[in-house]
């Protein structure tokens, strides 16, 4: 047996020139900060995680440390004690699971039961261009293979989010299967704007029934259970949308709650943020069972891309997650930025992605540019 000798947490900033401006964030990004976990073995074996940026950690990095680090059930309820008293620590589950595949010699996806590593994946904009700008980004990507495609709401109007929906579904016809993202679910710390309420949220999805769109993403905040169950019975009884919602929600209790009381078909938690690979392993496959989709968000770097990619291939595989959430959208989001603290980009193949039998998460740090990128602090600017 070895055991943990080791848990490094280091802090990196890439500067972004452009500017990064993420439609849900009133502040163009500069910079695009990214925290790595490593977590060390008796072995010399290393496995690497990415996520929040550990804040509050170090105190409980002890009850690790000297562990087996095969000893997933204890790690992972640790954790959740660790993300009741402190930050979100879900960096180290996915750094435990990469460490664990290197154990065993194999991917993390077939450690969870997988048995097809392909995933279908929708292109996952973020910036609020022109009408023309969308319409060619909606070209572009059906000319790369994609067959589904997410748009921003939040544009100065509701006015002009729609004519953005009605101008690329007017272009695209019924090629592009397209998703609206409210992001109404939760704010950055610095934006004080209330969500919408069930009537805004109602007045909104009926323009998305009129344009098929597919799910209506965030029209509220997580805690508003009363209004998604209104509004998904709503919106169920007028036509084939269906809501998602879930991708910051953290707690197990919480998602028991979103279904027993029927307030999403699309669940979205995301392992950098919510319960790990470990705790939503078990909350996809509920929600798998109970006839709803888990398409985990994975909106972040390419390390949480591929954890939540092994999650969802691991678990309920291309049946259940339908899509997989592929955030992209260059030249202010390009995957070179994304991926930055991996040796190369991960690439999407026609709008498919498939996942390789390599070891873990099957990730290589690019040790050259977390040197040149380190920074004492994980901030947007
Ligand atoms: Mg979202």
């Known amino acids: 047996?070895?055991?943990?000798?080791?848990?490094?947490?280091?802090h990196h900033q890439l500067p972004l020139d452009p500017p990064f401006p993420a439609s849900w964030d009133p502040q163009p990004r500069t910079k695009f900060p990214v925290t790595i976990v490593r977590v060390r073995d008796s072995e010399g074996r290393e496995g690497i995680g990415s996520g929040d940026a550990m804040h509050g950690f170090a105190d409980y990095a002890r009850y690790f440390l000297g562990e087996d680090p095969l000893d997933m059930a204890q790690h992972a309820a640790r954790l959740m004690n660790v993300d009741f008293h402190a930050g979100r620590p879900w960096s180290l589950d996915l750094a435990l699971w990469d460490l664990v595949g290197k154990i065993e010699q194999r991917p993390v996806w077939q450690l969870l039961g997988g048995t097809s590593p392909r995933l279908r994946l929708y292109a996952s904009t973020a910036v609020h261009r022109?009408?023309?700008?969308?319409?060619q980004t909606?070209?572009?990507?059906?000319?790369?293979?994609?067959?589904?495609?997410?748009?921003?709401?939040?544009?100065?109007?509701?006015?002009?989010?729609?004519?953005?929906?009605?101008?690329?579904?007017?272009?695209?016809g019924d090629r592009l299967t397209l998703m609206v993202d409210c992001n109404q679910g939760w704010r950055m710390p610095w934006d004080g704007r209330r969500p919408w309420d069930v009537v805004t949220a109602w007045g909104v999805a009926e323009r998305l029934i009129g344009e098929d769109v597919f799910w209506m993403e965030e029209p509220l905040h997580r805690g508003d259970y009363a209004g998604m169950t209104e509004l998904r019975s709503r919106v169920r009884a007028a036509g084939s949308m269906r809501i998602a919602g879930g991708e910051m929600t953290r707690e197990p209790y919480e998602f028991r709650e979103l279904l027993d009381r029927e307030c999403?078909?699309?669940?979205?938690?995301?392992?950098?943020?919510?319960?790990?690979?470990?705790?939503?392993?078990?909350?996809?496959?509920?929600?798998?069972?109970?006839?709803?989709?888990?398409?985990?968000?994975?909106?972040?770097n390419g390390i949480g891309?591929?954890?939540?990619?092994?999650?969802?291939?691991?678990?309920?595989?291309?049946?259940?997650?339908?899509?997989?959430?592929?955030?992209?959208?260059?030249?202010?989001?390009?995957?070179?930025?994304?991926?930055?603290?991996?040796?190369?980009?991960?690439?999407?193949?026609?709008?498919?992605f498939e996942l390789s039998d390599r070891p873990g998460l099957g990730i290589?740090?690019?040790?050259?540019?977390?040197?040149?990128?380190v920074s004492t602090v994980a901030t947007f600017d």
């Open 1 to 10: 047996m070895s055991t943990i000798v080791g848990i490094d947490i280091t």
């Open 138 to 172: 909606a070209h572009r990507l059906l000319d790369q293979g994609f067959d589904a495609m997410k748009v921003r709401f939040g544009r100065p109007t509701l006015g002009d989010d729609l004519a953005v929906l009605e101008a690329v579904r007017d272009s695209v």
């Open 264 to 300: 999403l078909d699309v669940f979205q938690p995301d392992c950098t943020c919510t319960q790990g690979i470990s705790g939503l392993a078990p909350i996809g496959r509920r929600i798998d069972a109970a006839g709803k989709v888990f398409s985990p968000h994975t909106w972040g």
């Open 130 to 135: 022109s009408i023309p700008e969308m319409v």
């Open 364 to 373: 290589e740090l690019d040790e050259a540019v977390l040197a040149r990128t």
């Open 305 to 352: 891309v591929m954890a939540n990619l092994h999650l969802a291939a691991g678990t309920v595989g291309q049946a259940g997650s339908l899509w997989m959430e592929w955030p992209e959208d260059p030249p202010e989001w390009s995957i070179e930025r994304r991926d930055y603290p991996l040796t190369a980009p991960l690439r999407a193949d026609g709008g498919w």
